[in-house]
């Protein structure tokens, strides 16, 4: 069964750092690309960012690019992304997202973690 | 403001059928077919349902069903079932510098 689940959010000045961690289990992590996904309170959803299996190919949106940073450790099934520069406007629900292998589509979520950027 | 426009709001009664529109431009949905559709229910992640415009991921029911027409994307649920209730998400590959888009999203009400 594909499992990923997401830590290290909370609640952190404007200004500050998080770094979010996605733990896979159930399938062969190094295969897949992964995404970053976050949805505002009461907001849609937002792409943040996506790796391919190797980091070989990384992308951001353009309301992150400069401030944060993914990357993926294959051998520990782990994503991450680094959050630096924090505003009040990040403050989201943080999914970590397999990514299907011929397409951008996301086919299995994490259940998210609650980031608050907030003084 | 989101990339792909959906209506915020639609409605229908037990076992009518309902759909959903996503617009977009020729540089997401009307390029490609990599259009996808998401349920999410309050307080849950979201949940593939289509994916590349028109396919249903193993064990979504085949009352789900996607097309596309242009720069317009479409999701129908037929015989809508009270647990259909919830919000869904259109998504598309960009050729700009993001890689993905969504949609607003649109709260299905089943009456």
């Known amino acids: 069964e594909v499992q990923l689940v997401e830590s290290g959010g909370g609640l952190v000045k404007p200004g500050g750092s998080l770094r979010l961690s996605c733990a896979a289990s159930g399938f062969t992590f190094s295969s897949y690309s992964m995404n970053w996904v976050r949805q505002a309170p009461g907001k849609g959803l937002e792409w943040v960012s996506s790796i391919s299996s190797s980091s070989s190919y990384i992308y951001y949106a353009d309301s992150v690019k400069g401030r944060f940073t993914i990357s993926r450790d294959n051998a520990k099934n782990s994503l991450y992304l680094q959050m630096n520069s924090l505003r009040a406007e990040d403050t989201a629900v943080y999914y970590c997202?397999?990514?299907?292998?011929?397409?951008?589509?996301?086919?299995?979520w994490g259940q998210g973690t609650l980031v608050t950027v907030s003084s | 403001q989101s990339a792909l426009t959906q209506p915020a709001s639609v409605s229908g009664s037990p076992g009518q059928s309902i759909t959903i529109s996503c617009t977009g431009t020729s540089s997401d949905v009307g390029g490609y077919n990599y259009v996808s559709w998401y349920q999410q229910h309050p307080g849950k992640a979201p949940k593939l349902m289509i994916y590349d415009v028109s396919n249903r991921p193993s064990g979504v029911s085949n009352r789900f069903s996607g097309s596309k027409s242009g720069n317009t994307a479409s999701l129908t649920i037929s015989g809508l079932q009270a647990e259909d209730e919830a919000d869904y998400y259109c998504?598309?590959?960009?050729?700009?510098?993001?890689?993905?888009?969504f949609g607003g999203g649109t709260k299905l009400t089943v009456l």
């Open positions: 997202a397999r990514q299907m292998p011929t397409t951008v589509t996301s086919d299995y």
């Open positions: 998504s598309s590959y960009t050729s700009s510098s993001t890689l993905e888009v």
